[in-house]
């Protein structure tokens, strides 16, 4: 069975944020961190440690921030925002330009999935991720196969 998608460009929003998702499921250790040098307070008393902290977490999750809203104005990346359309099976996913043009993308060079309450989003590497909302399949059935697909690839779990 071959899932045949709308055309649908790519909410850089959403692409932040799922973005920002994946770098913190990622690297949550960070999180460690930020919390072992707010701990050096009981061991050297000062407020500049958890203050220190507190910038330098800041400053982490700006700079990712910074880096996705980047990608979403790079002329490189602009085809990710472009309207496209995907056509999906067990095989691969093709990624339509027009009914001419298209890119095969093979299940191996995605590195993890998961599906929320209004998408599926595929994580390629840290910056690139494809976000299939559910409103762009034509039936529940169509969702329901390409969870099934997913399940089967190992990119999430059951």
């Known amino acids: 069975m071959i899932v045949k998608t709308k055309k649908y460009a790519l909410d850089k929003k959403a692409y932040m944020k799922a973005g920002l998702k994946n770098v913190f499921i990622d690297q949550w250790w960070v999180i460690l961190i930020a ?22 977490f800041t400053l982490y999750v700006l700079f990712w921030v910074i880096q996705f809203a980047g990608v979403t104005q790079l002329e490189q990346s602009k085809m990710l925002f472009d309207k496209l359309s995907y056509e999906i099976d067990s095989r691969q996913i093709l990624i339509k330009l027009n009914s001419k043009q298209g890119m095969p993308m093979k299940w191996d060079q995605v590195k993890r999935a998961w599906a929320d309450k209004k998408q599926f989003v595929l994580v390629i590497n840290k910056a690139q991720m494809m976000m299939f909302p559910y409103t762009v399949f034509k039936t529940q059935n169509e969702v329901k196969f390409i969870e099934t697909i997913l399940k089967r690839k190992g990119l999430i779990k059951e």
């Open 35 to 56: 919390l072992a040098i707010s701990a050096m307070t009981f061991v050297v008393t000062s407020n500049w440690w958890w203050i220190g902290a507190l910038i330098a």
